[in-house]
Nanobody, 126 residues
Framework: QVQLVESGGGLVQAGGSLRLSCVASRRTFIRDAMGWFRQARGKEREFVATISWSGGSTFYADSVKGRFTISRDNNKNTVYLQMINLKPEDTAVYYC???????????????????WGQGTQVTVSS
């Protein structure tokens, strides 16, 4: 297991931007596939974006394509989610997730990941 700590959430107006960060405690972070998921009140947790350990593969939910960018800095054990043109429907708790892999592979299902952060609230006002 790895400890994940998210930060960067907050309240922003529609059209605004935020950058979320997730710092992982594992020394072998370079072998962790990472993901961002979100859960709005009363809804199930949903896929937002994922990135393989090399950063060579990234995937996005259709609802965020062109607005969100996932990236990672393996020297800092950190994965980021840059969010622009935020919409009220982006309001949710955003969770960082990790899974150690032995190939440069990542899946988009939350049940594939085995480590989760506590989440950071993102609220977009209209």
């Amino acid at each position: 297991q790895v400890q994940l700590v998210e930060s960067g959430g907050g309240l922003v107006q529609a059209g605004g931007s935020l950058r979320l960060s997730c710092v992982a405690s594992r020394r072998t972070f370079i072998r962790d596939a990472m993901g961002w998921f979100r859960q709005a009140r009363g809804k199930e947790r949903e896929f937002v974006a994922t990135i393989s350990w090399s950063g060579g593969s990234t995937f996005y939910a259709d609802s965020v394509k062109g607005r969100f960018t996932i990236s990672r800095d393996n020297n800092k054990n950190t994965v980021y989610l840059q969010m622009i043109n935020l919409k009220p429907e982006d309001t949710a708790v955003y969770y960082c997730a990790a899974r150690q892999t032995y190939s440069d592979f990542v899946m988009n299902r939350p049940d594939w990941f085995n480590s989760w952060g506590q989440g950071t609230q993102v609220t977009v006002s209209s």
